[in-house]
Nanobody
């Protein structure tokens, strides 16, 4: 099974930017849509952005205009560029393949350790 490893999180002030990376151990991007999900303490895990096999993108209303998803197929890496960060963006961020569009039906067994994003006010 392909492994996904998230990185790039950190502590940033409100208004700042971060770029998250999701490195895949295989060519899963050519077979499945991939999403970035986030989970804040005490809240459910939500899909914030996704990219289909063909390159179509989805961005949740809560981050539209601030977050951009992209991928580099040659590097088997998915990215999430996050600009104009707000304290409410604070969460653990995960990447995972899924079914449907947007891919909210995450495939079993793909949740990684995630990367923590903390936005201070």
């Amino acid at each position: 099974q392909v492994q996904l490893v998230e990185s790039g999180g950190g502590l940033v002030q409100a208004g700042g930017s971060l770029r998250l990376s999701c490195a895949a151990s295989g060519t899963i991007f050519s077979t499945h849509a991939i999403g970035w999900h986030r989970q804040a303490p005490g809240k459910e895990r939500d899909l914030v952005a996704a990219i289909s096999v063909g390159g179509t993108t989805y961005v949740a209303d809560s981050v539209k205009g601030r977050f951009t998803i992209s991928r580099d197929d040659a590097k088997n890496t998915l990215y999430l560029q996050m600009n104009s960060l707000k304290p409410e963006d604070t969460a653990m961020y995960y990447c995972a393949p899924g079914r449907g569009w947007p891919p909210t039906g995450v495939l079993r067994g793909y949740w990684g350790q995630g990367t923590q994003v903390t936005v201070s006010s």
